[in-house]
């Protein structure tokens, strides 16, 4: 008890400020900026009483500012309870308590709490950075905490001491990591407002809402093939379906049917994937067209988009099958079909009076209407640039006859108001195109500018029928990939561009670090545990053999490291072992060897009581002296040793 | 495979000091060791002569200091004179300055004049007046003392002994040695009749081979089990310092290589032990004092080799 109650010597506190400061660090950006400015107020002052020797401030005082930092945490949040409030209220009380800093058992305490605050950081972020700051906080910590039981701390000591320990503990973690039963989904539900601000495609697509997608490189997801990678130009992942239009914009559905299985039949070959889709905030998950299968926990809409229960706000993965071609919807719902054809009372009327034209030219051929409007695209010249001119209200005339320029979804847009306009039902299908495969592990990464719009037409008698506008004007855009199709000049993300190859190859290596990061690490769910264990012989394991095979694998790992220590730390001489069988021998004759004895004085002693033998004695105790006490020991003296031990027999 | 030079020394030494092989051996090899050798013993067992013969045979320069209870430090030192032809002051080396020194009945004289030479034997150099002057190089002093029971003795301190290496007693000789003494020939003849054996570069030399002699980890364990044996066990009144273990080794090295070995054994540490803790060991006990082989004994034989 003396121990814990030993002063903290000024060393001690400079060994707690630095790893509490570790420790809150990194939460700087959680927490409210009035806290982290009073957290390192407080870190200063202590700085400054240890620096000059001063007293600590009085009980009385940091009672008040225990209730005072309480009280504004419970101000700021309404609560004191959850995460952001729990992190921030730990952090107040770390702050304070480097200000009692009396005794040992403060220091522990102090200790205590910085284990809890990097186990804090991983409730917001779950990144590889995050992990390896958290490492070296733990290091830190524990050498401080080992530093706390020590009058006078050496920082190199005791941080190999922490790190022999941790490196230790490090067999026990994995086996608690992979055998641990895991609870579903991320625990607590956590981290899931991070990704609240994401950025990535939203329900509704106006002129410029694609483009902006452009300028950004975030990965959206990836997708790992079973089979070959199909070819670029049917590598169409379908997202958010849009038949509502005002004029101005395209929405969603506002009210969605959803079909209990796939209403549709594939023609030819199957495409097997799995795709790893990062957090967007929304409730679609992105299928290769047209999906074949269902997620788990997801519906299909009536606009054959996969819909899940619950807006993705975790990292999900799951495998899919796709049809690349297949005939959808030949017997559409008329309700469908006729909001396929709405459109606004008025505005753009060139359009109009053209569709109005085909119309009375074809009546309901829709393929002869289809072709007019690929026909008219085509002669219009249109460019793809990533910088089209701002439009006025009436966006499909002045973007097909005065600008000429747009991004995908200017011609996805004109291309399905085209073709209503003629009577030909359509829709804005919004999603992404494309992909680029990562040589390091063979994932397809498909990023926010990967980001595109096309049109869906319904011919009756072939039901819905993609058309990719874009692809009239800018064949590129789909046939190889994004940058190929942008004007040169015009500003890109940094890695759609095609230069700096050394860079892009840097940053392959650092995305299959971080695939591999999230697939392996923070993507090992229940169910992958349990593929594990029925690979390791355990079906359906309980609760009970779980804790058999964590218990019997830890005992392993405990007695393989006891052993470890125990062969490095009683390892004998093999000269040793030999000269004590020798002096076993010679103790049979009742000769025996003093345990203080040197090797020299014995052979003599021995050789006086056993003249017959004494040339021998000498030569045996002459090569161990050698071998024991020797510059530099050979083996050959060792097997010579142990040789004429063996043939030693007085 | 023993030096010849050093068989050589050994030999020269035992024909003039009878029957003491051991004690030769101790003190060359705590010359080895460069370090300062303290010998107790009554009036008359052979103390002078042996470092006579000592400085002899090594090709060293010789200086005897007889110390009495009215010495000053000037008398061990040197002293200024003034030069009437030249007008200035010139200093005149004192008998410190000189490769082997015998300070003779060190403990006869006061404390003040114990310290100037035993300053002398840690630094290597004298400072007098204001200047400091560098020592020969060797430079071994050979102190010897009266038993402290005696009277008009001033012991010397724990700390000062510590600056001597090795103690050892040289003792009656046996009668058969003593006699052979009695009937041989004038021993300040035969000293003078010797010739060096060695210069002392050569010296230098094998002290600095001395230094190179390799001490295993086992060994280097069993040194750390003696002196923690000491620190723990009751039968001392402190254990050996960090700079006793260190003096341990450099010896038995030494003693080592009069052995022609070039690591140390067990054996080596276990003979130069009485020498080295005699005078850094006190025993709890006061009749055990007297008997330094038995101490030696009793701690050699109560540390198992590692």
Not at chain 2, 50 to 71: C, E, K, Y
Not at chain 2, 203 to 220: G, K, N, T
Not at chain 2, 277 to 305: F, Q
């Amino acid at each position: 008890m003396a121990r814990i109650n030993r002063p903290v010597s000024r060393r001690q506190a400079w060994w707690l400020l630095a790893t509490a400061l570790a420790a809150c660090l990194p939460l700087a950006p959680q927490v409210p900026p009035w806290l982290s400015v009073a957290a390192g107020m407080a870190f200063s002052w202590r700085a400054v009483l240890t620096w000059r020797q001063w007293r600590l401030p009085p009980r009385w005082l940091l009672v008040l500012l225990v209730i005072a930092g309480t009280a504004g945490v419970f101000l700021q949040y309404r609560t004191i309870v959850g995460r952001t409030p729990g992190i921030a209220l730990l952090v107040v009380f770390l702050a304070l308590k480097l200000l009692e800093l009396r005794a040992a058992r403060d220091a522990v305490a102090t200790a205590l709490l910085c284990y809890f605050l990097v186990l804090g950081q991983f409730l917001f972020t779950q990144t590889i950075p995050t992990a390896l700051l958290a490492c070296l906080t733990v290091l830190i910590t524990t050498a401080t905490l080992l530093a706390a039981s020590d009058d006078r701390p050496q920082p190199q000591r005791q941080l190999r001491r922490a790190g022999l320990m941790l490196a230790q503990a490090l067999p026990f973690m994995l086996l608690l990591f992979v055998l641990f039963p895991r609870v579903q989904g991320p625990l607590w539900g956590i981290p899931q407002d991070r990704f609240s601000a994401v950025s990535g495609l939203s329900d509704s697509m106006s002129p410029g809402s694609i483009a902006q997608l452009s300028q950004s490189d975030a990965i959206a997801f990836r997708v790992q093939f079973k089979g070959p990678l199909p070819p670029q130009s049917q590598l169409y992942w379908r997202g958010p379906v849009m038949p509502a239009f005002d004029g101005r914009s395209w929405r969603v559905a506002q009210t969605l049917g959803a079909y209990p299985e796939v209403p549709y039949t594939g023609l030819g070959a199957a495409v097997d994937y799995e795709v790893t889709l990062e957090p967007h905030g929304k409730f679609w998950l992105f299928a290769l067209e047209l999906p074949a299968t269902l997620p788990p926990d997801s519906t299909l809409t009536n606009d054959y988009q996969p819909i899940a229960r619950q807006v993705v706000r975790n990292r999900i993965r799951y495998a899919q099958r796709a049809w690349p071609e297949a005939i959808a919807g030949v017997n559409e719902a008329p309700s469908i079909l006729r909001s396929a054809l709405a459109l606004p009372k008025d505005g753009n009327p060139r359009m109009r009076a053209i569709g109005a034209a085909w119309s009375a030219q074809y009546g309901t051929d829709g393929a002869a209407i289809l072709a007019a409007a690929e026909n008219l695209f085509s002669q219009q010249l249109l460019i793809y640039t990533l910088n089209p001119p701002l439009l006025g209200p009436d966006i499909v005339d002045e973007f097909l006859f005065d600008t000429k320029r747009g991004f995908c979804e200017h011609f996805a847009a004109a291309f399905v108001f085209a073709l209503r306009a003629g009577g030909v039902p359509a829709r804005v299908v919004a999603g992404y195109q494309g992909g680029e495969v990562n040589p390091v592990d063979g994932y397809l990464v498909v990023r926010q500018y990967d980001a595109h719009a096309w049109a869906e037409a319904w011919i009756a008698g072939r039901g819905w029928v993609r058309i990719d506008p874009t692809a009239i004007s800018a064949p590129s855009r789909i046939n190889s990939n994004f940058s190929a199709a942008v004007p040169a000049g015009e500003a890109l993300p940094f890695l759609a561009r095609g230069d700096l190859a050394w860079l892009k190859e840097l940053r392959y290596r650092l995305d299959a670090v971080t695939n591999g990061w999230n697939q392996r690490v923070l993507g090992y769910n229940p169910q992958r545990q349990r593929d594990l264990l029925a690979s390791l012989g355990l079906n359906e394991p309980d609760w009970r053999s779980m804790t058999a095979v964590l218990s019997v694998l830890c005992g392993g790992v405990m007695l393989g490291l006891t052993g470890w220590i125990l062969r490095n730390r009683l390892r004998v001489d093999p000269a040793l072992t030999a000269w004590r069988r020798f002096a076993v021998r010679l103790a049979k004759r009742g000769i025996a060897w003093q345990v203080w004895e040197g090797p020299l004085a014995f052979a003599e002693r021995a050789a006086r009581q056993a003249p017959a033998h004494a040339a021998d004695i000498r030569e045996i105790a002459a090569l161990y002296a050698r071998l024991r006490y020797g510059a530099a020991p050979q083996a050959a003296d060792l097997t010579q040793l142990k040789t004429k031990i063996a043939a030693f027999n007085p | 495979m023993r030096l010849p030079e050093l068989e050589a020394i050994q030999a020269d030494i035992n024909r003039i000091i009878l029957g003491k092989e051991r004690p030769v051996c101790l003190s060359l090899a705590c010359l080895l060791a460069c370090g300062h050798l303290l010998i107790e013993d009554l009036p008359g067992v052979g103390k002078t002569t042996l470092a006579h013969v000592l400085a002899r045979v090594l090709g060293l320069n010789f200086q005897r200091i007889q110390f009495t209870s009215d010495m000053l430090p000037a008398d061990i030192l040197g002293v200024s004179i003034f030069d009437r032809d030249s007008g200035a002051f010139h200093f005149h080396p004192g008998p410190v300055f000189s490769q082997v020194v015998l300070a003779d009945e060190i403990n006869r004289a006061t404390p003040k004049a114990q310290s100037a030479l035993l300053e002398a034997m840690e630094e290597r150099q004298v400072t007098a007046e204001g200047k400091t002057r560098a020592l020969p190089e060797p430079f071994f002093v050979i102190a010897t003392q009266n038993p402290t029971h005696q009277i008009g003795t001033f012991p010397l301190p724990e700390s000062q002994l510590d600056r001597f290496l090795l103690k050892i007693e040289l003792g009656y000789p046996d009668p058969a040695a003593e006699r052979e003494l009695l009937a041989g020939a004038d021993r300040r003849q035969m000293v003078a009749s010797l010739t060096p054996r060695i210069t002392s570069q050569r010296l230098v030399q094998l002290q600095e081979l001395a230094r190179q002699v390799h001490a295993s980890p086992a060994l280097i364990d069993y040194v750390q089990a003696l002196a923690a044996h000491t620190r723990t066990a009751a039968r001392w009144q402190a254990g050996l310092s960090p700079r006793a273990c260190l003096a341990l080794l450099a010896v038995a090295r030494a003693w080592a290589l009069l052995d022609g070995r070039h690591h140390v054994l067990p054996e080596d540490v276990q003979a130069v032990l009485p020498g080295v803790i005699s005078h850094r060991l006190r025993p709890t006990d006061d009749t055990a004092r007297t008997d330094v082989e038995a101490v030696a004994a009793a701690l050699i034989e109560a540390v198992p080799l590692p």
